[in-house]
């Protein structure tokens, strides 16, 4: 006789983990963890750092389910508070090297040709590079979609600090990007 594994929903494990249900956390947990670790990445230095960002994530998106009402989508709420765990992490362990440059800092653009040109591993690859305040404003401002007073409250800087560590990002990003066409460019000759 065959016996078909009922899968349980989302929304079914989520019910059983305000129930505070271990092995619908685990299931949880497994259904979220790499989507989760990719957004750790973004603000570790390594990925053993990035695992202990997860993890204490997940504490919290346990700790905090019954906080979810449903409005939304639960991956995204999820986000939000794998976001917050990184960046509090990142405070505790490591001192933000802030650079001091004029709040009406020169900001340069990444040429869109170019950056279309790279593959995404690539260009996660150079974010990841950045130094660690680069990275961390970088990653919050232009892919998680934070404003610089968020950015500011969150880190523990201010405004103009943010804008000045994602100004030096994006050129930093764009010599690198340069850097990388050009060997591109001699190795297709």
């Given at each position: ?14 019910v059983k ?114 130094p660690d ?21 969150m880190a ?34």
């Open positions: 006789m065959m016996f078909l594994k009922h899968k349980l929903s989302t929304e079914d494990l989520i983990c305000k129930a505070a249900d271990r092995k619908a956390q685990e299931l949880l947990y497994k259904q979220f963890a790499s989507k989760m670790l990719a957004v750790c990445l973004r603000y570790a230095v390594d990925k053993m750092e990035a695992e202990d960002m997860l993890q204490n994530g997940f504490v919290r998106v346990f700790q905090k389910i019954n906080d979810f009402r449903g409005e939304g989508s639960f991956e995204g709420w999820m986000r939000r508070i794998m976001v917050h765990s990184a960046i509090e992490y990142y405070r505790k362990h490591h001192k933000m090297q802030m650079v001091d440059m004029e709040e009406s800092g020169y900001e340069q653009s990444v040429n869109p040709v170019a950056a279309a040109k790279l593959e995404a591993n690539d260009l996660m690859a150079l974010i990841q590079g950045l305040g680069y990275r961390m404003v970088f990653n919050l401002y232009a892919i998680e979609g934070y404003s610089h007073k968020e950015i500011a409250e523990g800087i201010t405004e103009g600090a943010s804008k000045s560590q994602l100004s030096r990002a994006r050129t930093l990003l764009k010599q690198k990007i340069e850097q990388l066409e050009a060997k591109q460019y001699e190795y297709a000759r």
